[in-house]
């Protein structure tokens, strides 16, 4: 009987002890930024291990998605700029996979980039959504900030109120680019994990 | 007695729809899109002074779009409500409906489907007197496969007054009935996420799945284990970015008992109820205006398509515009040889001819008609010019315009012995081949939807049987006017030229649009099945051609005709089976061409803020090509474009296509061509169905 309670206890750690290591897939705050390689809009393979001692701005893009479109009126542009004119390397990446919404080949991108004035450092296409699986990226725009010792120092959303009303960004509390610029001067980020919102990205099922 | 009570519901429903404007509403007028319904409901019909009244939003979604619950989970978002009432008011949040999970790959959401109520309270002034205008702005993320943020703003008149139950009562206490029940169990978390639950029936629950009532609290989409021992169940969530065992947890438990009914509870760790950012906001300031509806309404010039005489107007207008369309050219060329045999009878017979001529055109209006009734009642999605969507039809088409210019060459002579041939019907001799040529008229000039056309038939299809009847045959009096007219104004008859040898001339030189037609048909078909369908039409057609011959020889005399014309039967037969074996129409790929419409790419285009031109065509429609030809690729409307930025989009429905048929519908069309102008974040503008350079050009300037 015993016996029998504690084959069960086992089974029962092994199944948590899994689902743990499922949900825990993507990584949490302070612990190492997952490695990825994937191909930029330009056809060139961009790997995360490239801008080891930099920081690195990992933005989810759709350009189909309302709250994305909240942010390319201008918001986005301009938290790029200033980010990579800080030595920020900016990443954005596309996870729609073929057929859903907002997904596009590299030229699409770079057009789509040059129309809206947008000045990411790379736009990575991810089709598969092996970046975005890697980093439990769940909406569009989904943000990270990971520090120039290779951890990952900010997860969420890139501000605080959740809507695609562009009125709101100026309401909210810039939480990006609090964390971008904490960053930049090596302080700790306040509000390192926080609540990401937006339309869920387009994973290939 | 239940067939009655089914025949009068319909009446009965339309006749309490009219009942708001004479009653207080207790239900505002609705917002729809192609996503949803929404209305705001009220529970009483009146507004008690000093008392709460329920209000709710009502949604009713299409299949598979969803909103989001007060944690949407993964991604989404919570609907907003914004409550313009009487200085003095308050309200309460949303009484929430328990949500469903939503699973798509790595992303969980908490979703509501299907029929929604969200009911809230406001609870008036005790100084409230009079009629009392309540009006509610919301906002809401509608998502299916992508996502869409709709508001409406929503507006009930209800008087003060003893608050009895209004006709929606039931639909609040159904709501009332199915919200998650707060249970008497001991509810506590630990450090791990381990839920424990402890109390009568815990113990012997089968399954159980929690939605957390916060964000982050829980990983939204990983498993939960459940454990039951005594009178306890744990349940073992995974920890989420927000999780922290020292502050209550709230959310809703979908369990299932022991009798393995599905309930829905509220679990709380907390003594306290927790104070949440409500949903439902008292609003300061006006109300803004009330809106219809949240999707941009259509700009049409064709306003009134429905209703009173008007699609009535509109069929006649389009049967008469219809004798001029180019695809009708071809029997043109078979009335005119009719009017030049006319024209050296009496006018008595005359007058026949012309009512004969009518009377297959009406009656093949009608035959359409009880054929679009009967597609209509199979729940078949029938759209004008179906017909030329399938290719059998094109063969068949082919082939009889090829047979006819065959007769008209002089190959072979129509006797009483091929009567049953539609090509010797349209070409025989008296009241019948009258008769025939009218029916011919009609099924040729079924692509050719004139202006006017298109709203008269989308009436049709949406009317009651009688009406759609009724346009049919108007359509085809407009069709058969002008032949009438020339019958019954022997001025104008007696201006045909005189029957003579220039007959048999005319009638030979007329094979040359019957052949011509032919060749546009392959062309068609070509497109529809490729290769292969063109191999077996021309197949059809060289039987066909020979089938001719060995008539004619017979019909001249050769030695032992009956073989010859068992031949000819033969030959016939075979070319039948040839069109009959047309191969079915070819899938096209899956919007694979830039510049394909699919409503992907429209909305798409649309969300990213592009100004998008849309053009339905056909090959079969030549009107549309002509639009193409003289207006959509003239060098001038092609610079507008580029110089405008906008995305040009092309929707073929030379074979059926389902996605292209509800963007026709949801226009209130039935047949190509349309076009339609979605200004860069504007409302779309359909344009006429016959274009010029300078009507498009018009069209795409900035609206007022």
């Known amino acids: 009987m015993t016996t029998a309670i504690s084959h069960r206890s086992a089974l029962l750690a092994l199944a948590l002890g899994l689902s743990a290591a499922i949900a825990h897939a993507a990584p949490r705050v302070g612990e190492p930024a997952p490695a990825f390689a994937a191909v930029d809009s330009n056809g060139r393979s961009v790997k995360l291990a490239d801008f080891a001692g930099r920081t690195v701005v990992l933005e989810w893009t759709n350009h189909g998605c309302p709250y994305v479109q909240k942010w390319y009126q201008g918001g986005m542009q301009a938290l790029q700029k200033d980010a990579t004119g800080k030595g920020a390397v900016w990443l954005t990446v596309l996870s729609s996979a073929p057929g859903t919404q907002g997904h596009v080949d590299g030229p699409t991108a770079n057009r789509m980039m040059?129309?809206?004035?947008?000045?990411?450092?790379?736009?990575?296409?991810?089709?598969?959504?092996?970046?975005?699986?890697?980093?439990?990226?769940?909406?569009?725009?989904?943000?990270?900030?990971?520090?120039?010792?290779?951890?990952?120092?900010?997860?969420g959303g890139i501000d605080s109120i959740a809507s695609a009303d562009v009125s709101d960004i100026a309401k909210a509390e810039p939480l990006a680019r609090l964390a971008i610029d904490a960053v930049l001067a090596g302080r700790p980020v306040a509000k390192a994990q926080t609540r990401p919102y937006g339309c869920s990205v387009k994973y290939a099922n | 007695m239940v067939h009655i009570t089914a025949f009068f519901r319909p009446l009965l429903v339309a006749l309490l729809s009219l009942l708001p404007a004479l009653a207080p509403a207790a239900e505002s007028a609705p917002s729809t899109t192609p996503r949803a319904t929404v209305s705001l409901l009220s529970a009483s019909d009146a507004l008690a002074p000093g008392q709460t009244v329920e209000l709710a939003l009502h949604f009713r979604f299409q299949p598979g779009w969803h909103i989001y619950w007060m944690n949407p989970g993964d991604a989404g978002q919570a609907p907003r409500i914004e409550v313009f009432a009487p200085a003095g008011s308050t309200v309460g949040d949303v009484r929430w409906p328990a949500p469903e999970r939503h699973v798509d790959g790595p992303i969980t959401t908490f979703v509501h489907q299907g029929d929604v109520l969200l009911p809230f309270p406001l609870t008036l002034p005790a100084s409230l007197s009079g009629t009392t205008a309540l009006s509610v702005k919301a906002s809401w993320l509608v998502c299916k496969d992508i996502c869409i943020p709709e508001e409406g703003v929503f507006r009930l008149e209800l008087p003060a007054g003893a608050a009895e139950p209004g006709s929606d009562a039931p639909l609040f206490e159904a709501a009332r009935a199915a919200a998650p029940v707060r249970t008497d169990w001991q509810v506590s978390v630990d450090a791990t996420g381990q839920l424990t639950l402890r109390g009568a029936g815990a113990g012997t629950l089968k399954a159980a799945d929690f939605f957390p009532a916060d964000w982050g609290r829980i990983e939204h989409g990983a498993a939960q284990t459940l454990t039951v021992e005594g009178d306890r169940a744990r349940i073992a969530l995974v920890p989420g970015a927000e999780f922290d065992a020292a502050k209550p947890l709230e959310g809703v438990l979908r369990a299932t008992g022991a009798d393995g009914v599905e309930r829905a509870l509220w679990l709380s760790t907390a003594d306290q109820p927790v104070v949440r950012t409500p949903v439902v906001m008292l609003?300061?300031?006006?109300?803004?205006?009330?809106?219809?509806?949240?999707?941009?309404?259509?700009?049409?010039?064709?306003?009134?398509?429905?209703?009173?005489?008007?699609?009535?107007?509109?069929?006649?207008?389009?049967?008469?515009?219809?004798?001029?369309?180019?695809?009708?050219?071809?029997?043109?060329?078979?009335?005119?040889?009719?009017?030049?045999?006319?024209?050296?009878?009496?006018?008595?017979?005359?007058?026949?001819?012309?009512?004969?001529?009518?009377?297959?055109?009406?009656?093949?209006?009608?035959?359409?008609?009880?054929?679009?009734?009967?597609?209509?009642?199979?729940?078949?999605?029938?759209?004008?010019?179906?017909?030329?969507?399938?290719?059998?039809?094109?063969?068949?088409?082919?082939?009889?315009?090829?047979?006819?210019?065959?007769?008209?060459?002089?190959?072979?002579?129509?006797?009483?012995?091929?009567?049953?041939?539609?090509?010797?019907?349209?070409?025989?001799?008296?009241?019948?081949?009258?008769?025939?040529?009218?029916?011919?008229?009609?099924?040729?000039?079924?692509?050719?939807?004139?202006?006017?056309?298109?709203?008269?038939?989308?009436?049709?299809?949406?009317?009651?049987?009688?009406?759609?009847?009724?346009?049919?045959?108007?359509?085809?009096?407009?069709?058969?006017?002008?032949?009438?007219?020339?019958?019954?104004?022997?001025?104008?008859?007696?201006?045909?030229?005189?029957?003579?040898?220039?007959?048999?001339?005319?009638?030979?030189?007329?094979?040359?649009?019957?052949?011509?037609?032919?060749?546009?048909?392959?062309?068609?078909?070509?497109?529809?099945?490729?290769?292969?369908?063109?191999?077996?039409?021309?197949?059809?057609?060289?039987?066909?051609?020979?089938?001719?011959?060995?008539?004619?020889?017979?019909?001249?005399?050769?030695?032992?005709?009956?073989?010859?014309?068992?031949?000819?039967?033969?030959?016939?037969?075979?070319?039948?089976?040839?069109?009959?074996?047309?191969?079915?129409?070819q899938p096209v790929a899956a919007a694979s061409a830039e510049g394909a419409y699919s409503p992907q790419r429209l909305a798409d285009l649309r969300a990213s803020g592009k100004p998008v031109f849309v053009n339905m065509t056909a090959a079969w429609c030549v009107t549309c090509l002509m639009n193409e030809k003289v207006a959509l690729s003239t060098a001038e409307v092609q610079a507008a474009f580029a110089a405008r930025g906008i995305v040009y989009l092309k929707g073929d429905w030379t074979r059926a296509d389902p996605d292209i048929t509800a963007f026709l519908q949801s226009h209130g069309r039935d047949g190509v061509p349309l076009y339609v102008y979605y200004p860069a974040g504007g409302q779309p503008v359909l344009l006429p169905q016959i274009l010029t350079p300078g009507v498009v050009l018009a069209h795409l300037e900035p609206g007022p």
């Not at chain 2, 609003?283 to 005489?309: K, M, R, V, W």
């Not at chain 2, 004969?356 to 009406?362: K, L, S, T």
């Not at chain 2, 048999?504 to 060749?519: N, V």
């Not at chain 2, 021309?538 to 031949?567: N, T």
Request: glycine share 12%.
């Open chain 2, 283 to 585: 609003a300061a300031g006006d109300a803004p205006p009330s809106s219809g509806g949240t999707a941009p309404p259509i700009q049409s010039s064709a306003a009134g398509e429905t209703g009173g005489l008007w699609p009535l107007l509109f069929a006649f207008a389009g049967g008469l515009l219809l004798n001029l369309m180019p695809c009708v050219f071809p029997v043109l060329a078979i009335k005119a040889l009719s009017f030049a045999r006319a024209g050296g009878g009496e006018a008595a017979r005359v007058r026949r001819h012309s009512l004969a001529y009518c009377a297959g055109v009406v009656l093949s209006f009608v035959a359409l008609a009880g054929l679009l009734l009967a597609l209509r009642a199979a729940g078949s999605q029938a759209g004008w010019g179906f017909q030329f969507q399938s290719p059998v039809f094109v063969a068949a088409m082919a082939t009889l315009l090829f047979a006819i210019g065959l007769n008209l060459s002089g190959v072979f002579d129509v006797g009483g012995r091929l009567a049953s041939a539609g090509s010797g019907l349209a070409e025989r001799g008296g009241l019948a081949g009258s008769f025939f040529t009218g029916v011919l008229a009609v099924v040729v000039a079924t692509p050719c939807t004139a202006p006017f056309m298109g709203g008269a038939i989308a009436a049709a299809l949406s009317a009651p049987a009688v009406v759609t009847v009724g346009i049919f045959v108007a359509l085809g009096l407009g069709m058969a006017l002008p032949y009438l007219l020339l019958a019954f104004f022997p001025a104008l008859a007696r201006r045909m030229p005189k029957p003579g040898a220039w007959m048999e001339r005319l009638k030979q030189a007329l094979a040359f649009p019957m052949y011509g037609a032919a060749a546009w048909l392959v062309w068609v078909l070509s497109q529809q099945s490729g290769a292969d369908g063109v191999l077996h039409v021309l197949v059809a057609l060289l039987l066909v051609a020979l089938a001719a011959w060995l008539a004619g020889s017979a019909q001249r005399g050769a030695p032992r005709a009956c073989l010859w014309r068992a031949a000819a039967v033969l030959a016939l037969v075979i070319a039948a089976l040839a069109v009959g074996r047309t191969p079915a129409a």
């Open chain 1, 114 to 155: 040059k129309e809206q004035g947008a000045v990411p450092t790379h736009y990575l296409l991810d089709p598969e959504g092996r970046v975005g699986r890697a980093y439990g990226a769940q909406v569009t725009p989904h943000m990270y900030v990971i520090a120039p010792d290779g951890r990952l120092a900010y997860a």
